[in-house]
């Protein structure tokens, strides 16, 4: 394991020679695991065509009029461009067909990933990240600025566990050309009167990577980002019109009723491919009172609508009672319980997982497998973490 390792940090000083101060010192021992998974093609073709007719229902003028009432402001922006670096993330059942756990605007692990399938053999795929941002300028600005400025952003960066991502993200958009800085959100100022996003040093935003989770820039801090949203001032990616139809975790409800679909099947939509993917999630409004949700806890899983990266969320089976009224109290959602499928190593050892495929609108641009032992994805155990994922 550690010539592994040693193989993989070699790999990555030679691949990102500048950026390599950023990687020293990462655990990689938990974030990447040294194992392939294979899987049946028939895995890979359905969460495809599932991706594929998601994004599609997504994008027509009759999925969006449906939020007519109290309908956002965002929504209304007259944005083309969509959003890079997205993921969707599956369970597959003994029948191998993927189910939705939910979709990742701002997915972590594609550089970490990359270079891993680089080293066992693959082809590098980095490439796709510019492509996209180069697509996400020319459809915002049809004219792309010279020269563009993008900005990642976050809160307390320092702080955040994959952090060392935005500053070889930062390396690599300087070396395709771009300018680049790493921000807390809060420093971004709107000058309404040039209509322009700035940096704390004057320089004009032309396209802001967000890593901070308030997507549709509803907190009272994040009204300098809305404002240049609404007045398009910037790029987003993600940008809040893109999560809230595809990400927003009330999409997981509506998705997973068996009479939602009735108002689109007069479109060349592929309905059978949504349903099949989808897990039945309910908001706590569908349980008559807590205490029916407390006797059907077993089979669920409880997660809040607006957390991300596996905070907060509860298998129901193990859920304390003081726990289980923190969550009640809060905006959340329950999910029908779909266990992890199980990798066994060559040593024995079993490991769940998840699959996460990293898109640019509906193109699968990597697929990768998260191994974990516990309750949730955690990078927490040696030899867990992203790992490769081949498909036969």
């Given at each position: 394991?550690?010539?592994?390792?040693?193989?993989?940090?070699?790999?990555?000083?030679?691949?990102?020679?500048?950026?390599?101060?950023?990687?020293?010192?990462?655990?990689?021992?938990?974030?990447?695991?040294?194992?392939?998974?294979?899987?049946?093609?028939?895995?890979?073709?359905?969460?495809?065509?599932?991706?594929?007719?998601?994004?599609?229902?997504?994008?027509?003028?009759?999925?969006?009029?449906?939020?007519?009432?109290?309908?956002?402001?965002?929504?209304?922006?007259?944005?083309?461009?969509?959003?890079?670096?997205?993921?969707?993330?599956?369970?597959?059942?003994?029948?191998?067909?993927?189910?939705?756990?939910?979709?990742?605007?701002?997915?972590?692990?594609?550089?970490?990933?990359?270079?891993?399938y680089e080293l066992k053999g693959g082809a590098p795929c980095i490439d796709k990240i510019k492509e996209s941002i180069i697509s996400e300028l020319k459809l915002f600005y049809k004219v792309p600025p010279i020269s563009p400025l993008i900005v990642?952003?976050?809160?307390?960066?320092?702080?955040?566990?994959?952090?060392?991502?935005?500053?070889?993200?930062?390396?690599?958009?300087?070396?395709?050309?771009?300018?680049?800085?790493?921000?807390?959100?809060?420093?971004?100022?709107?000058?309404?009167?040039?209509?322009?996003?700035?940096t704390p040093s004057g320089q004009q935003v032309h396209l802001v990577y967000n890593r901070y989770c308030d997507f549709l820039f509803l907190d009272a801090s994040s009204q300098q980002l809305n404002q240049a949203y609404l007045n398009k001032a910037?790029?987003?990616?993600?940008?809040?019109?893109?999560?809230?139809?595809?990400?927003?975790?009330?999409?997981?409800?509506?998705?997973?009723?068996?009479?939602?679909?009735?108002?689109?099947?007069?479109?060349?939509?592929?309905?059978?491919?949504?349903?099949?993917?989808?897990?039945?999630?309910?908001?706590?409004?569908?349980?008559?009172?807590?205490?029916?949700?407390?006797?059907?806890?077993?089979?669920?899983?409880?997660?809040?609508?607006?957390?991300?990266?596996?905070?907060?969320?509860?298998?129901?089976?193990?859920?304390?009672?003081?726990?289980?009224?923190?969550?009640?109290?809060?905006?959340?959602?329950?999910?029908?319980?779909?266990?992890?499928?199980?990798?066994?190593?060559?040593?024995?050892?079993?490991w769940k997982y998840d699959l996460r495929f990293y898109t640019y609108k509906d193109e699968i641009q990597l697929a990768v497998a998260r191994l974990y032992q516990g309750q949730v994805t955690n990078f927490s155990t040696d030899f867990g973490g992203?790992?490769?994922?081949?498909?036969?």
């Amino acid at each position: 394991m550690k010539s592994f390792y040693s193989q993989y940090k070699d790999l990555a000083k030679k691949t990102y020679p500048e950026e390599w101060s950023s990687l020293q010192g990462i655990p990689f021992e938990k974030l990447l695991s040294p194992y392939n998974i294979k899987l049946p093609k028939i895995v890979y073709d359905r969460a495809q065509s599932s991706i594929q007719n998601i994004f599609k229902l997504a994008h027509t003028k009759t999925y969006n009029e449906q939020f007519a009432e109290d309908r956002p402001s965002f929504l209304d922006v007259d944005t083309d461009n969509y959003s890079v670096l997205m993921a969707y993330d599956y369970h597959i059942t003994s029948d191998y067909q993927p189910k939705l756990i939910e979709v990742n605007t701002n997915a972590s692990g594609y550089i970490l990933s990359d270079l891993l399938y680089e080293l066992k053999g693959g082809a590098p795929c980095i490439d796709k990240i510019k492509e996209s941002i180069i697509s996400e300028l020319k459809l915002f600005y049809k004219v792309p600025p010279i020269s563009p400025l993008i900005v990642i952003i976050d809160e307390e960066i320092e702080q955040q566990k994959m952090n060392f991502e935005f500053y070889v993200y930062k390396d690599l958009f300087e070396k395709w050309g771009f300018r680049c800085e790493v921000l807390d959100y809060k420093d971004l100022k709107y000058d309404e009167s040039g209509n322009q996003l700035m940096t704390p040093s004057g320089q004009q935003v032309h396209l802001v990577y967000n890593r901070y989770c308030d997507f549709l820039f509803l907190d009272a801090s994040s009204q300098q980002l809305n404002q240049a949203y609404l007045n398009k001032a910037a790029a987003f990616s993600p940008q809040p019109k893109e999560y809230f139809l595809l990400a927003d975790k009330n999409r997981l409800i509506d998705f997973s009723q068996s009479d939602y679909f009735n108002a689109f099947s007069h479109l060349d939509i592929n309905i059978n491919a949504i349903q099949s993917s989808m897990i039945p999630t309910y908001h706590q409004n569908s349980f008559k009172d807590s205490e029916e949700l407390w006797a059907k806890r077993k089979k669920l899983f409880f997660k809040p609508k607006r957390s991300h990266g596996g905070k907060g969320t509860y298998r129901g089976k193990s859920i304390s009672k003081k726990v289980f009224q923190q969550v009640i109290e809060n905006d959340f959602l329950a999910q029908e319980f779909v266990p992890a499928p199980v990798f066994m190593d060559p040593d024995g050892q079993d490991w769940k997982y998840d699959l996460r495929f990293y898109t640019y609108k509906d193109e699968i641009q990597l697929a990768v497998a998260r191994l974990y032992q516990g309750q949730v994805t955690n990078f927490s155990t040696d030899f867990g973490g992203f790992t490769t994922v081949e498909f036969i």
